[in-house]
């Protein structure tokens, strides 16, 4: 059973434009989400996190939006840039005290020039 | 801070030799993690360990796979004997008191 969904494997945007990365969970337990960029032969690199007690979490051209009743939280990049091209993985945690992160399978971002 | 250090990067073995993973974990982190990647089943926890000791190993497939940290500054993942349903990439992952895990760069493991 997948708790963390992320419904599109890939995603093409032009750049300069918005990137939305969408999420849904299921574990209404969980209370803090991340979000991770994945460039090819490297490790997943942390970019932005909010907690459940916010709707929204800013840094720079990255933004997280959390809608607790819809269990879904989306990542808006805007600008887009071509640094961006990478694999997100959004992942969620049940409690600071929970070690365990459990993850989505990850949305391919392909920023077009 | 150099970061989480694997090594090798790449592994390419034959069936039934041992291959040993090693990990360094960032200075000061006291929770590292093994995770498995493949296209099939994505990012797996395999183990946990806290303050160097294993806590939750439910994730390790089978008896084949053992891992061990001695110390604050080094653990190992070890495959033996390796079968071809073994190549992934192997990540390692630390944190400190807080909740994101600091992964490294992963060993990239090709069983044939």
């Known amino acids: 059973d997948q708790q963390v969904k992320q419904n599109s494997p890939s995603l093409s945007v032009q750049e300069g434009r918005i990137s939305i990365l969408n999420c849904d969970y299921t574990?209404?337990?969980?209370?803090?989400f991340l979000w991770y960029k994945k460039y090819p032969a490297e490790g997943p690199t942390f970019l932005i996190s909010?907690?459940?007690i916010k709707d929204k979490n800013e840094d720079g051209r990255f933004t997280v939006f959390l809608n607790k009743s819809a269990k879904h939280l989306s990542l808006h990049i805007v600008p887009s840039q071509p640094g961006d091209s990478a694999v997100y993985f959004c992942?969620?945690?049940?409690?600071?005290?929970?070690?365990?992160?459990?993850w989505g399978a990850g949305t391919k971002l392909i920023i077009k020039p | 801070d150099a970061g989480v250090i694997q090594s090798p990067r790449h592994e390419v073995t034959e069936m039934g030799q041992e291959v040993t993973l090693r990990c360094k974990p960032i200075?000061?982190?006291?929770?590292l993690f093994w995770y498995r990647q493949t296209m099939m089943r994505g990012l797996e926890l395999l183990i946990y360990?806290?303050?160097?000791?294993?806590?939750?190993d439910s994730g390790m497939p089978e008896d084949r796979f053992s891992a061990k940290m001695p110390n604050a500054s080094f653990s190992t993942l070890k495959i033996q004997p390796s079968e071809p349903r073994d190549s992934a990439v192997y990540f390692c992952?630390?944190?400190?008191?807080?909740?994101?895990?600091?992964f490294g760069p992963g060993t990239r493991l090709t069983v044939t």
């Open positions: 360990f806290n303050n160097n000791v294993p806590i939750d």
């Open positions: 992952a630390t944190r400190d008191r807080g909740i994101e895990q600091y």
């Open positions: 992942a969620a945690s049940a409690g600071r005290s929970n070690y365990q992160l459990i």
């Open positions: 200075s000061g982190h006291n929770s």
């Open positions: 909010i907690s459940s």
């Open positions: 574990n209404s337990m969980f209370d803090y």
